[in-house]
């Protein structure tokens, strides 16, 4: 389980294969005046496809990624043999501080905390200070793919917790959104009271109450009107669940069909991931270069852009 520094280093022979499929790309049409309403506008894939083909520097965004620390490891998931696990590890200088695990989830990967790493471990006495682990998950990134059926919710838990306990955290806080909020919500059942000191998610999933288990506040839900913000709210997830969710049925039921497209098509997997990237993140002002830097690491990846889509159909059982 020794810690290995590691430095991203695409192949050449990587990037050729990446610019001759784009070259080779042929695009669809679309309806006039479609904008948004059908799925990510022509322009934009024009615009993005024709950027990774020619100007978007990769090395330029490699060196970049490389400035952070980063490591990989061996850790031993029972009845799954060993996976090699790709993290970022950045410690404030604060020898005290709060060790703090970052779950990403789809379609996000390691470099969603990069951009916190600054504000999470500067010391300060107006707030606390945190050694920061943001590890890739089995499949994702650079971390190995689980080579066998069944790894789900609680085999991304025990990756976690045995590579917190790894690197010397025996007690140590969670943050997980998207995957990692269900990942991080079984972690603290599985390892509370003793490891995990406090979870934090930003993807807050809770059922409403039911007669049988608690019937006070079924009673009390049914008497108290909902506010104009509850409405918003409440359209909103009604809208998602009839325009938004497409994506989680065809992953989640076939995704061997799916992943042809993704593993083959560079501009393929653009789309897919460019839709969530600007309908997900309420007007996060996206640059190109952003978009497609994190579009290649999916594309270089470890295991590939394919990825490990049958934790979704697990995680709806196991993590709810």
């Known amino acids: 389980m020794a810690e290995k520094p590691f430095t991203?280093?695409?192949?050449?022979?990587?990037?050729?294969l990446l610019h001759q499929k784009l070259r080779a790309t042929r695009l669809p049409d679309e309806l006039a005046n479609a904008k948004w309403d059908y799925g990510?506008?022509?322009?934009?894939?024009?615009?993005?496809?024709?950027?990774?083909?020619?100007?978007?520097?990769?090395?330029?965004a490699e060196a970049k990624i490389n400035v952070i620390p980063q490591f990989t490891r061996d850790i031993e998931i029972e009845g799954f043999g060993t996976l090699n696990i790709h993290y970022i590890h950045q410690k404030s200088q604060l020898e005290a501080a709060i060790p703090l695990l970052f779950a990403h989830g789809w379609p996000g990967h390691f470099m969603e905390a990069a951009k916190l790493l600054p504000l999470l471990t500067t010391v300060s006495s107006d707030h606390p200070s945190?050694?920061?682990?943001?590890?890739?998950?089995?499949?994702?990134?650079?971390?190995e793919a689980p080579k066998k059926a069944g790894f789900g919710i609680s085999q991304y838990a025990e990756v976690g917790h045995k590579l917190m306990l790894a690197l010397g955290y025996?007690?140590?806080?969670?943050?997980?959104?998207?995957?990692?909020?269900?990942?991080?919500?079984?972690?603290?059942?599985?390892?509370?009271?003793?490891?995990?000191?406090?979870?934090?998610?930003?993807f807050s999933f809770a059922k409403p109450p039911s007669f049988w288990s608690s019937p006070w506040l079924y009673i009390k839900s049914l008497l108290t009107p909902f506010t104009s913000d509850d409405d918003a709210a409440l359209a909103r997830t009604a809208e998602y669940h009839t325009k938004g969710d497409?994506?989680?049925?065809?992953?989640?039921?076939?995704?061997?069909?799916?992943?042809y497209l993704l593993a083959d098509s560079p501009v393929g997997l653009l789309a897919w991931i460019y839709e969530k990237l600007i309908l997900w993140t309420d007007n996060y002002p996206w640059t190109d270069d952003e978009v497609l830097t994190w579009i290649s690491l999916y594309w270089f990846s470890r295991p590939g852009?394919?990825?490990p889509f049958e934790s979704i159909t697990k995680q709806r059982t196991e993590g709810m």
């Not at 991203?8 to 050729?16: G, K, Q, S, T």
């Not at 990510?40 to 330029?60: H, S, T």
């Not at 806080?173 to 390892?191: A, E, N």
């Open 246 to 259: 497409g994506y989680m049925i065809q992953q989640s039921t076939k995704p061997q069909t799916l992943g």
């Open 8 to 16: 991203l280093a695409i192949p050449d022979e990587e990037l050729n």
């Open 305 to 307: 852009p394919l990825l």
């Open 40 to 60: 990510v506008p022509l322009a934009d894939i024009k615009r993005l496809a024709a950027l990774w083909e020619n100007g978007f520097d990769w090395r330029q």
């Open 170 to 202: 025996d007690e140590y806080v969670t943050q997980g959104g998207d995957w990692g909020s269900f990942i991080t919500r079984v972690m603290s059942h599985k390892y509370g009271g003793k490891h995990v000191k406090a979870w934090h998610t930003n």
């Open 130 to 143: 945190f050694h920061v682990v943001a590890f890739s998950l089995p499949g994702f990134g650079f971390s």
